[in-house]
């Protein structure tokens, strides 16, 4: 789960990690008047709340001098549609602005806890060279890079966050500020069960003081059952269709295609995604109906994928371990009873009993397309979605 | 020989009374595995499936051999129970569990790197063993579908018919996708030498090269099948272990060439990982490692059968 900026940044309050004066969010121009006053005295920032880095080039990051200008701003923000690098040419509704006063800055500086997956814990990496793309200096400077192995348990230990201090240049006289500040920030990582908490940039004011100038935290799904309040939060990434999804454990995840897709396990509907691709199609969605596939399941699967208005065709491909082929086949008949559909429906069934599954599918007088492998359904799916445009 | 199981393989099922343990162990036992002991804690002294149940793994060892564990424990306890399993002295450890915390596998594995020291005294304790000498433990998961060697042990979630024994080591991140190779494999007349899912989570008991050590070293094993997707750096990994130490041929596929590059975990996960994990990156590791990569998952079988036909001939 990704919490947005004014979350993140919430957490850091929590934990003592200064962070600048806030007059809270707004998801509404008239709610300003309110968080100026309580952010102090301007300049203020204005800060769009959606889940994507880049937002300064995309205009979602704008001071403001005077409430006059703070009111062109927020009237603006408030519903704007963003892309950034990071959307994927997709365009984020800004639903909630953040309002903050302006913080002067004289150094800024990347710091992040992560999971290194390599290592296998949790790492901080930090760069003296904030404010650039941390990507960029990845590729271009990587000695310029900071990283600290931390113990999944423990944390970061008081030497590693005075090292780390040195190595960075922190200001003498906020040495100690600094190691709180790391300290507290590889606490929030495993007391939360995060897999990324970010400070992109962390600042040195002019007067030699530390403020944590934004902030991301993205926690482990997994981890929800011991952390109920995180649990209790809104997902601000999925959509309404990947919500419905999870709710019935179905991993679903729409994409940009017109073939709809069901599979069971997420790897094999990955690769089915794949041949979809290599039969000249495109995926409408990854779904993951689960390795079981009960028929409750695949029910739900077929509902979901049918709302999706782009899908003009629909590719079951479930190989059939456990659960057998026949129960399967029956699962499919009775949601497409369940669920109306118009569009070409391919299904591939391969497993345990797979002939009696077959022969179910072809006795139901069902109009449907029955596959003998994945290459001849990713073919067949994309002939039929031809056909059915024509 | 196979690797991790054979016919000996004494299984000892943790988890072993609840709904995945029962339905699950139970296709082991008629797969032909050795299941020899099941634990729940509180309904030791018990008979489940026909099998003795233990409170703990230490009793269930103790009083069976059981020398490889089969894991159902839900997400919050699974942990500990591949602590209490490698405690025990158990050696080959296969977790199917699904949804482990990432914080709480970095702490197993830390904890496996040491050596988890079983509570001494209270009668039947085994001795504890020479301080440093370290118990090798295997540790194969978690989120997989687990272990089969075909014809001879099956410890895992893997439909058992659709293997067949022989001599091509399959090792893959995925499940169902696994089935679908073996499958076409077993189609081709390739039987395998041992199957491992190494399960999917960023944190896993086992990589693609610790198994490709154990598929080099096995004589049994002619040839291997690996299959990965993206994220993570594993399948870079083992292409340069394949190309520095292996003289078996390797056949890859890479699940996720068309996925989105969107919900990745921000900018620190690609740092550490330095610009890989791609499944473009994947692909030329592995090329450049002299790896054959199949594009076309449904071409997998007969791609390997026929690089291995004249090599095979009449040893399928």
Redesign the interface.
């Known amino acids: 789960m990704k919490l947005l900026e004014y979350e993140a940044k919430e957490i850091f309050a929590k934990y003592g990690i200064p962070v600048p004066r806030s007059g809270g969010v707004i998801t509404d121009a008239a709610q300003l008047a309110e968080a100026l006053k309580k952010a102090g005295d301007g300049p203020w920032v204005l800060k769009a709340q959606v889940l994507a ?1 880049g937002r300064g080039k995309a205009g979602g990051v704008k001071i403001a001098k005077t409430p006059a200008e703070a009111e062109a701003i927020a009237k603006a923000m408030v519903g704007m549609k963003m892309v950034t690098h ?3 040419g997709k365009a984020l509704t800004v639903a909630e602005v953040l309002v903050n006063k302006c913080s002067d800055i004289k150094r800024e500086i990347y710091i ?7 290592g ?4 901080v ?1 930090a760069s003296a060279e904030g404010g650039v793309a ?2 960029e200096l ?2 271009s400077k ?1 000695e310029a ?1 900071l ?1 600290v192995p931390l ?3 423990r944390g970061i230990e008081p030497f590693q966050a005075r090292s780390l201090a040195f190595k960075l240049g922190i200001p003498a006289k906020e040495l100690r500020s600094f190691t709180a500040f790391v300290t507290a920030l590889a606490r929030i990582f ?1 007391d939360l ?1 995060a ?2 908490v ?1 400070v ?1 940039p962390l600042i040195i004011t002019p007067d030699d003081k530390i403020v944590a100038l934004d902030g ?1 935290i ?1 926690t ?1 799904d ?2 929800l ?2 952390q109920k309040a995180l649990a209790e939060r809104p997902d601000h ?1 999925a959509t309404d269709l990947e919500l419905e999804a999870k709710k019935v454990g179905i991993n679903y ?1 729409g ?1 940009d295609g017109d073939i709809g897709c069901m ?6 509907a ?2 089915t ?6 039969a000249g199609g495109m ?1 409408a969605n ?1 779904l993951d109906v689960g ?1 079981g596939a009960t028929t409750e399941q695949v029910t739900a699967a077929f509902r979901i994928i049918l709302t999706d208005p782009k899908v003009k065709a629909v590719l079951i491909n479930i ?4 659960m057998k082929c026949d129960v399967i086949a029956q699962g499919v008949l009775s949601a497409v009873q369940k669920v109306e559909f118009k569009v070409p429906l391919i299904v591939r069934l ?3 009993n797979v002939e009696q599954g077959r022969e179910l599918l072809k006795k139901s007088g069902l109009r449907l397309t029955a596959a003998d ?4 359904a990713a073919q067949k799916a994309v002939s039929a979605l031809k056909e059915n445009k024509q | 020989m196979s690797i991790l199981l054979n016919k000996d393989t004494r299984l000892v099922v943790q988890g072993f009374t609840g709904e995945a343990g029962t339905f699950h162990a139970k296709q082991c036992i008629e797969y032909g595995s050795k299941v020899v002991a099941g634990v729940t804690p509180g309904k030791g002294g018990t008979q489940h499936l026909g099998v003795p149940v233990f409170n703990t793994v230490e009793d269930a060892a103790m009083a069976t051999g059981a020398n490889a564990s089969l894991i159902f424990v839900p997400p919050p306890f699974a942990a500990d129970s591949i602590l209490e399993a490698a405690a025990a002295g158990i050696k080959v450890i296969v977790c199917i569990t699904e949804g482990i915390p990432v914080l709480d596998m970095a702490r197993v594995k830390k904890a496996l790197a040491g050596r988890p020291l079983p509570v001494l005294g209270g009668g039947g304790t085994p001795a504890p063993e020479t301080p440093g000498a370290g118990r090798p433990v295997r540790l194969v998961g978690p989120n997989c579908p687990g272990v089969i060697t075909p014809g001879q042990c099956k410890a895992g979630i893997m439909p058992g018919y659709i293997h067949k024994p022989g001599h091509v080591g399959v090792v893959s991140r995925s499940g169902t996708l696994t089935y679908e190779a073996v499958w076409q494999l077993t189609g081709q007349g390739l039987g395998q030498s041992t199957v491992v899912g190494i399960g999917g989570d960023p944190i896993a008991g086992s990589n693609f090269t610790d198994i490709l050590k154990l598929f080099q070293a096995d004589p049994e094993t002619k040839a291997v099948v690996l299959i990965g997707e993206i994220g993570g750096t594993a399948e870079e990994e083992a292409a340069a272990y394949i190309k520095a130490e292996m003289d078996k041929p390797v056949f890859a596929f890479i699940a996720g060439r068309t996925a989105p590059p969107g919900r990745r975990m921000g900018h620190a996960g690609a740092i550490i990982e330095g610009g890989s994990g791609t499944h473009a990156s994947k692909v030329k590791a592995l090329e450049a490692a002299g790896i054959t990569v199949v594009e076309n998952l449904s071409s997998i079988g007969a791609t390997v059968a026929k690089a291995l036909g004249a090599a095979f001939a009449g040893s399928r």
């Open positions: 880095g990071q959307t994927h992040a806890v992560a999971m290194d997956r390599k296998e814990r949790p790492m990496i941390i990507e990845a590729v990587p890079i990283k113990d999944a348990v495993i069960d897999s990324l970010e992109n991301k993205v482990d997994n981890a059952f011991r990434e995840i994409l599979v069971n396990g997420a790897g094999l990955m690769a995604m794949d041949t979809v691709a290599l995926p990854f390795g190989f059939g371990g456990i391969e497993g345990t492998s994945l290459w001849d």
